[in-house]
């Protein structure tokens, strides 16, 4: 089955990109979640479009991200969440949030893809997570959770 990828999957190629799936994978996983879209003539068109939109919000090579990881660094974001009075949240926090938190403290647009929580953050103060931002540099973003 061919596929145009609209989001970046591992392994399998950037959005934008012509791929050759099985017919069960691309039915059962990348279509309903809207990771991919079938090929057909008409559809070629959609990715230029696609491709223009990636380039915007790409990082643009390594001396790029080597910018862009050196203003996430300098950045300490407070990310307000519900707790217990022992500190304790009620949940944890996500990628989806930290990417959310650090667009709104002045930080660049993040996919919450890119962001890499090692342990999950469930209490409120410092923590350090990861926001990969080129296959060779990974930003290290200290996040403040206080409590809502």
Same mark, same amino acid.
């Given at each position: 089955m061919r596929l145009i990828l609209t989001a970046s999957i591992d392994n399998l190629g950037a959005p934008g990109d012509v791929v050759e799936v099985k017919d069960g994978y691309g039915r059962n996983f990348l279509i309903p979640r809207g990771f991919a879209i079938r090929w057909t003539r008409g559809g070629e068109k959609q990715i230029d479009g696609i491709k223009r939109s990636r380039a915007a919000r790409e990082i643009r090579g390594l001396d790029h991200a080597e910018e #862009?990881?050196?203003?996430?660094?300098?950045? *300490?974001?407070d990310l307000p969440a519900r707790a217990g009075d022992t500190g304790k949240l009620f949940g944890?926090?996500?990628?989806g949030d930290v990417a959310a938190a650090i667009k709104k403290a002045g930080g660049p647009a993040i996919e919450k893809r890119? #962001?890499?929580i090692g342990k999950p953050i469930? *209490?409120?103060?410092l923590h350090t997570v990861g926001v990969r931002l080129h296959d060779a540099v990974t930003a290290h973003v200290r996040i403040v959770v206080v409590q809502a």
């Amino acid at each position: 089955m061919r596929l145009i990828l609209t989001a970046s999957i591992d392994n399998l190629g950037a959005p934008g990109d012509v791929v050759e799936v099985k017919d069960g994978y691309g039915r059962n996983f990348l279509i309903p979640r809207g990771f991919a879209i079938r090929w057909t003539r008409g559809g070629e068109k959609q990715i230029d479009g696609i491709k223009r939109s990636r380039a915007a919000r790409e990082i643009r090579g390594l001396d790029h991200a080597e910018e #862009v990881r050196g203003q996430l660094e300098d950045l *300490t974001i407070d990310l307000p969440a519900r707790a217990g009075d022992t500190g304790k949240l009620f949940g944890a926090v996500t990628a989806g949030d930290v990417a959310a938190a650090i667009k709104k403290a002045g930080g660049p647009a993040i996919e919450k893809r890119a #962001v890499q929580i090692g342990k999950p953050i469930k *209490t409120v103060g410092l923590h350090t997570v990861g926001v990969r931002l080129h296959d060779a540099v990974t930003a290290h973003v200290r996040i403040v959770v206080v409590q809502a």
